[in-house]
């Protein structure tokens, strides 16, 4: 009894432990300056949280260790400063309140009597003095992508950076540690035209670690490492080349600066959601001529300028490290510019101007095309076929004639859609399969280009299949057989009795003697076998037989084991092949019609047949990854047998129809189906079988059991068409 008192007692101090205190309110109020203040009231005071940052998607988040939430509401709609709206959880024996801002702020934190006061603002970090209620968490502060993230308290004074290592990791990424010597440490890290800058706010860098730091041997991004100390900031400038990719976190009295390469997939996930690639610049001008920004641009870039002389006017902007692309868009949809970038030559004039100068270039070609001279050239189609190929270039409206087969050849005109131009006529030549063209010097190259892109060997593909059907066969069956035979003698003379036991014996008899009847005969006479009355359970056609007899001078008793086991396997291996084309269709089949007689409509027999066959059919498509995309029917029908009552053959179907993805030369188990028939039977003389021990003479024992297995296998494979080209 002690012992679980001081058990529930440890559980209660445990439980008491865990929630030391409970967060019963939270209030929001705006601050001058467009800060905003979280107000969070407990049931007695609580302790500094540990917290940390994250910029994408701006947030802060506060973690309150042994704090239970005891407010009714978890999300709260803000909208105060820079708060957009703020999340209280809970567990774990602890209470998480998330800040989800517009954008990245400082904030402080300081204690009064029970209540918390988080600040979060542009100059939160002047606005605190440094005390020992003030602080800022060392929990990880993470960071995705550019940005700026701090968190910013007032500076203390003898904070300094320890040690500047650099490691690779184990994908290929480039980490700088930067040991600190106190982790309540604000940092701001953004990424400039060479890389990444991290500036550490109010601290020191000893003179021994203001260096540069050359670790392209590494194979990473990063190329060099650079430590310096700006003001009262000690900043590490990371130089990393390609396309990369950072992530900023601390953990506890390190603070870890990730650069990573990116993959090819990640490269274009980023130029889709960023569609500017250039090298960053910046550029800071009060009324600038527009003229001497393209200029600056083009030098920056190495382009050649041509600039029309309508482009004209001042601007005033002030870009810091963005793409020169973005950059150069900006300026030209400020002033309703519009640019074309050919070859190296950069070409700008107002957006009207340049649509104009096309439109009117579109209109000169289309001259030059009609007064262009017509010539006729004669194509010959390889491997397509000429009447297929000019029928997928003929436009919706119909216009096509009927082409020449034969040899003879027809006219086809203006049926080719654009391919062709206004004047252009085809005529198809399906003896010879050619094409032949009239029209303009560039319709006719264009075509050419077209069909010899087409007109290429389909690949060939050879699909083998195997249909495996094993069987397993097992049966076993015992029983008796008797018969007996007595002899009687008397003055009268001697009677003959004999009997041999059969099935028919056990329910009558031809003198309706009945089953208690064993011996039943007239003098000097035989008894009827068909009329005996002994037992026969034996074995139809049994594997072998043990006989015993008991013989005295007037009876004889004769008893005749049979028995059978019969096992069995058996394996049927079906293996078509066939070969097509590139989605093409191939069906291959081989089998019997089975004929039988049917009704017709008139009143008569006819006769039908049924199918008994081997089939495969099959569409392969070949994808650029040199796979194979299969549409398959498989078929494997036998002859069960033939109904007796109507003559109608019974057909074993086994069939298969799927769509399947293969890699070259692979096989692939498409299916199986397993099967298993388990039979046991008994029959015995009632009463006389259930005797133990010698029911055994009265009992006929049958186990009989049947396994089927069938497994189909598909192997494709792309044949070689070099002997083609």
């Not at 960071?143 to 650099?166: C, E, H, L, M, Q």
């Not at 990730?258 to 610049?281: D, M, Q």
């Not at 010879?432 to 010899?452: G, H, Q």
């Not at 086991?565 to 092949?577: H, L, M, R, T």
């Amino acid at each position: 009894m002690i012992r679980f008192i001081l058990k529930a007692f440890a559980l209660w101090a445990s439980a008491t432990s865990l929630f030391a205190s409970e967060l019963n309110d939270i209030q929001f109020a705006e601050l001058p300056g467009g800060k905003a203040e979280i107000v969070m009231g407990f049931d007695q005071a609580p302790s500094l949280p540990k917290g940390f940052t994250i910029n994408k998607p701006a947030r802060i988040v506060l973690d309150f260790a042994g704090v239970d939430n005891a407010l009714e509401q978890k999300k709260f709609p803000v909208d105060v400063g820079s708060v957009s709206s703020a999340v209280v959880v809970a567990g774990g024996g602890r209470t998480r309140l998330i800040v989800n801002l517009d954008e990245i702020a400082p904030y402080t934190t300081r204690v009064s009597g029970s209540k918390l006061y988080v600040e979060i603002g542009a100059d939160a970090s002047v606005a605190a003095a440094p005390s020992a209620s003030t602080s800022v968490s060392s929990a990880p502060a993470v960071v995705s992508g550019a940005g700026t993230v701090a968190n910013k308290p007032a500076a203390v004074g003898g904070k300094t950076i320890r040690n500047i290592d650099f490691r690779r990791g184990e994908s290929g990424e480039g980490k700088v540690l930067v040991a600190l010597s106190d982790a309540n440490v604000s940092v701001d890290i953004e990424e400039v035209g060479s890389g990444v800058q991290v500036r550490f706010i109010g601290m020191t860098v000893p003179a021994d670690l203001r260096r540069k730091l050359d670790v392209n041997d590494f194979a990473t991004p990063v190329n060099m490492l650079a430590s310096a100390q700006q003001g009262r900031d000690a900043v590490i400038n990371i130089e990393a080349a390609g396309e990369y990719d950072y992530l900023a976190y601390q953990a506890d009295d390190q603070y870890v600066i990730s650069v990573k390469p990116l993959t090819r997939r990640e490269i274009e996930e980023k130029k889709k959601a960023f569609a500017y690639t250039g090298e960053r610049l910046s550029l800071n001008f009060q009324d600038i001529e527009v003229r001497s920004v393209l200029q600056l641009i083009a030098d920056f870039t190495d382009l050649n300028l041509v600039a029309s002389d309508t482009v004209g006017g001042s601007i005033t902007l002030r870009l810091e490290n963005v793409p020169w692309d973005q950059a150069l868009d900006i300026v030209l949809k400020t002033k309703g510019l519009d640019k074309r970038l050919i070859g190296n030559v950069l070409m700008v004039a107002p957006a009207a101007e340049i649509a104009e100068r096309e439109r009117q270039e579109i209109e000169t070609q289309k001259q030059l095309e009609e007064l262009a001279p017509l010539r006729t050239e004669y194509i010959r189609i390889r491997y397509a076929s000429a009447r297929a190929l000019f029928d997928l270039f003929a436009d919706e409206s119909g216009g096509s004639g009927g082409g020449s087969s034969g040899g003879s050849s027809g006219s086809d005109r203006n049926s080719t859609g654009s391919i062709l131009s206004e004047r252009g006529q085809a005529i198809v030549d399906e003896r010879t399969n050619s094409i032949i063209l009239t029209d303009t010097e560039e319709k006719i190259s264009e075509f050419k280009a077209l069909v010899e892109r087409i007109d290429i060997p389909v690949e060939q593909v050879m699909i083998e299949a195997r249909i495996v059907i094993a069987n397993t066969d097992f049966r076993r069956e015992l029983g008796v057989r008797m018969s007996g035979a007595a002899v009687q003698s008397s003055s009268t003379g001697s009677h003959n009795y004999t009997a041999t036991g059969t099935m028919e014996g056990l329910t009558s008899g031809d003198d309706n003697c009945g089953p208690p009847c064993f011996f039943n005969g007239d003098e000097g006479g035989e008894i009827d076998l068909n009329a005996s009355r002994l037992v026969d359970l034996g074995v139809f056609n049994p594997a072998g037989s043990i006989t015993s007899s008991v013989i005295s001078s007037n009876f004889l008793l004769a008893l005749e084991l049979t028995a059978l086991q019969d096992s069995g396997f058996a394996e049927i291996v079906s293996q078509p092949k066939v070969i097509t084309g590139d989605k093409q269709q191939a069906t291959i089949e081989s089998g019997t019609e089975v004929p039988y007689q049917e009704e017709s409509a008139s009143g008569g027999t006819t006769t039908a047949f049924k199918e008994a066959v081997l089939k495969l059919e099959v569409t392969p498509q070949i994808t650029p990854d040199d796979r194979i995309i299969m549409d398959l029917v498989i078929n494997q029908d036998s002859i069960s047998e033939i109904d007796a009552a109507s003559g109608v053959p019974v057909i074993d179907v086994t069939q298969l129809e799927t769509q399947v993805l293969v890699s070259d030369g692979d096989t692939v188990v498409l299916g199986g189906i397993y099967t298993n028939e388990s039979i046991e039977g008994e029959s015995k003389v009632p009463f006389l079988g259930d005797i133990p021990f010698v029911g055994a003479l009265f009992r006929n024992e049958m186990r009989r059991e049947q396994k089927r297995e069938i497994l189909i296998f598909v192997t494709p494979k792309i044949m070689s068409n070099d002997y083609l080209q």
